[in-house]
């Protein structure tokens, strides 16, 4: 399971994102993929509830087949926790429950397999608030219309600044040393 985490303030943004950039430098790098982080946070008691990288759990995690997202892998954890499927974890998700992710949901999965932004509306609205460090790059499904789906969903999704050049450089590792 998770590591001790470390002791973040309440509301410093920075260093949520931060942890979930130190969790997507776990992901292993390929061309095919990116390397994303996630910290899954009860903001009221700023406790945080798990994390997830990119491919750190097993393919088909759950019976959902494919490679796992980092979300999707905080997702996985809670469930696991409390003995649910993954689309029950909204059941027991703290009230004020936010999500830190080093880039935007996936609305779409060349894989096929359920999107990040369909594992976050599916829980009914226990995820109020998505943090995001960047925009998905339009590498592998052209423009992720993620943000968008969320917030006319009513969730809202803040852009954290000043992470970004950090974030795309660890998001796309592998990518560059394929193409040569």
């Known amino acids: 399971m998770d590591q001790p985490h470390p002791n973040i303030a309440a509301g410093d943004h920075i260093g949520y994102m931060e942890y ?19 910290v899954l946070v009860d903001a009221n008691k700023n406790e945080i509830l798990s994390t997830g990288y990119s491919l750190e759990l097993p393919r088909n995690s759950l019976g959902d087949p494919g490679s796992t997202h980092a ?34 949901p996936c609305n779409k999965r060349l894989s096929g397999n359920r999107t990040c932004v369909e594992r976050i509306l599916r829980l009914n609205g ?7 460090g960047i925009k998905e790059p339009e590498v592998f499904v052209g423009e992720n219309e993620g943000r968008k789906r969320l917030e006319d969903a009513g969730v ?25």
């Open 20 to 38: 979930a950039l130190e969790r997507a430098r776990l992901s292993p790098p390929a061309s095919t993929k990116f390397c994303v982080g996630a």
């Open 71 to 104: 979300e999707q892998c905080c997702f996985i954890k809670v469930a696991q926790k409390y003995s649910l499927p993954e689309e029950r974890i909204g059941e027991v998700l703290p009230e004020n429950t936010v999500l830190y992710t080093t880039m935007e």
């Open 126 to 132: 226990a995820i109020k608030v998505v943090y995001v």
């Open 156 to 180: 809202v999704v803040k852009m954290v600044e000043g992470m970004q050049d950090r974030i795309l450089r660890v998001s796309t590792a592998g990518h560059e040393a394929e193409t040569k």
